[in-house]
């Protein structure tokens, strides 16, 4: 028996899908356990980059994937990405849907833009694709599950109960229930042989001793109850979540890797305390090539951050860290790790819990010298630069925790693994 998860142990676009993909290659299930197509990762297969929001990545390797009841899913934005799957050769008939998962509907999607410009100002900036308002269904105890959408009468029951409800609460929603149901009962005549018990599913798996790998999606500073809230995902992306959302025991998880790279970058809005500017900031950003896949946005970049990352180490209880893009620091002279914050004249180790704390905070830094070697094509930790195993040994004492792999450039020859998570023994 061995789960492994893989966590995102910054605010996101750390380099999971990569290190996913690498592992999904020893796994015999893929498991996503959270979120919805808010949260993409790009995977690149036989020659090919494919985008995926919604199917874990072990499609492209195992073929045998979960989504769990942790997920929100778009029943109209899954048959979309299995269609692309399907025209590009991949077979996706070992897709298992979790029958507990909440089904995400246009409702959603017109509530979480209604949401948004009544906060004008003060807007948390959501990716507008109605997760927020799915799992606030969810939690109202009012959500539209997996197992209710595939049997056609119950969906029409349900889907026209809460939309009543709805339209109480929001005199303005648009939303029509005789034309969703029209349309989306066809939907759920094509998902229906996918959905299944997959918490039975899994436990059936790990009784016979199959590697499992748990995808995470996001950034565990983006989780719910500990990341920078307000300026967060809707949902637990962390191995904290793992449990609830994969409908499993904690005692089934062998290894927790957290995915961090070797700066800091962020998104859109919140508290970022060593976030940089100027020509550093364009340097490291131009070399990570830290601009959204969708978007095109520049990402906002800093110093490694100790702090946030240890945090991610308490709440998903990491075994081990997978250090990405060490690469990019080639070539600056000095090098700066924080270590602490300070607030209020006193030195802290923890995020504060208010975002405007946050915003207040000091980074400490320690510095250490940088290397200038072009690393992009070492095969071991031996071969880098004094430097350079001097900053990763650094990193690995201030956050507590060995490093598994660390990559020096995009291509899977690139990352260096001292642990094989699915073999080696902690």
């Known amino acids: 028996m061995a789960g492994v998860v893989v966590v995102g142990s910054q605010w996101g676009d750390e380099g999971k899908g990569k290190v996913t993909d690498y592992l999904a290659q020893q796994a015999d299930l893929v498991v996503r356990y959270s979120g919805g197509n808010n949260a993409g990762h790009t995977i690149v297969y036989d020659g090919k980059k494919f985008a995926l929001r919604l199917i874990p990545s072990g499609i492209f390797t195992t073929g045998e994937v979960v989504m769990g009841n942790g997920m929100v899913i778009n029943p109209k934005a899954l048959l979309e990405e299995i269609k692309y799957l399907n025209d590009a050769g991949i077979n996706t008939d070992k897709i298992h849907i979790s029958d507990r998962a909440q089904v995400l509907l246009p409702y959603h999607i017109e509530i979480d833009a209604m949401e948004e410009a009544l906060r004008g100002d003060a807007a948390i900036g959501t990716t507008g694709r109605g997760i927020g308002p799915c799992y606030v269904d969810k939690y109202d105890r009012v959500g539209i599950r997996m197992g209710d959408f595939i049997n056609e009468e119950r969906f029409n029951k349900k889907l026209h109960q809460v939309i009543s409800f709805k339209k109480k609460l929001y005199p303005d929603l648009k939303a029509d229930a005789d034309q969703i149901f029209e349309e989306y009962k066809e939907y759920a005549k094509v998902i229906k042989p996918y959905v299944c018990d997959t918490g039975e599913f899994l436990d059936e798996a790990f009784e016979a001793n199959k590697k499992v790998l748990f995808e995470g999606a996001q950034g565990t500073m983006l989780d719910i109850d500990y990341g920078t809230y307000?300026?967060?995902?809707?949902?637990?992306?962390?191995?904290?979540?793992?449990?609830?959302?994969?409908?499993?025991?904690?005692?089934?998880?062998d290894d927790v890797v957290g995915i961090v790279k070797a700066y800091t970058t962020r998104v859109g809005a919140g508290a970022f305390p060593t976030e940089l500017d100027g020509d550093l900031a364009h340097q490291i950003r131009e070399a990570g090539h830290e601009?959204?896949?969708?978007?095109?946005?520049?990402?906002?970049?800093?110093?490694?951050?100790?702090?946030?990352?240890?945090?991610?180490?308490?709440?998903?209880?990491?075994?081990?860290?997978?250090?990405?893009?060490?690469?990019?620091?080639?070539?600056?002279?000095?090098?700066?790790?924080?270590?602490?914050?300070?607030?209020?004249g006193k030195e802290i180790h923890s995020l504060p819990a208010c975002v405007e704390d946050l915003?207040?905070?000091?980074?400490?830094?320690?510095?250490?010298?940088?290397?200038?070697?072009?690393i992009s094509n070492v095969t071991s930790f031996e071969e880098l630069p004094v430097n350079a195993q001097n900053y990763i040994d650094k990193?690995?004492?201030?956050?507590?925790?060995?490093?598994?792999?660390?990559?020096v450039g995009p291509d899977r020859k690139q990352t260096i693994v001292l642990r094989n998570v699915f073999e080696d023994k902690k």
């Not at 951050?305 to 997978?322: C, F, P, W």
């Open 291 to 344: 601009y959204g896949t969708v978007t095109k946005r520049p990402r906002r970049v800093g110093w490694f951050d100790a702090v946030v990352v240890n945090q991610s180490r308490r709440m998903s209880s990491l075994t081990g860290i997978s250090l990405m893009l060490l690469d990019v620091l080639t070539g600056i002279p000095t090098l700066k790790l924080c270590y602490a914050y300070k607030l209020d």
């Open 359 to 374: 915003e207040r905070v000091e980074p400490l830094y320690i510095e250490l010298p940088g290397w200038s070697e072009d």
């Open 395 to 407: 990193i690995s004492e201030l956050v507590h925790c060995p490093i598994d792999m660390f990559s």
């Open 230 to 253: 307000p300026y967060v995902t809707s949902s637990n992306p962390g191995a904290n979540g793992v449990s609830s959302g994969a409908s499993i025991g904690p005692l089934y998880l």
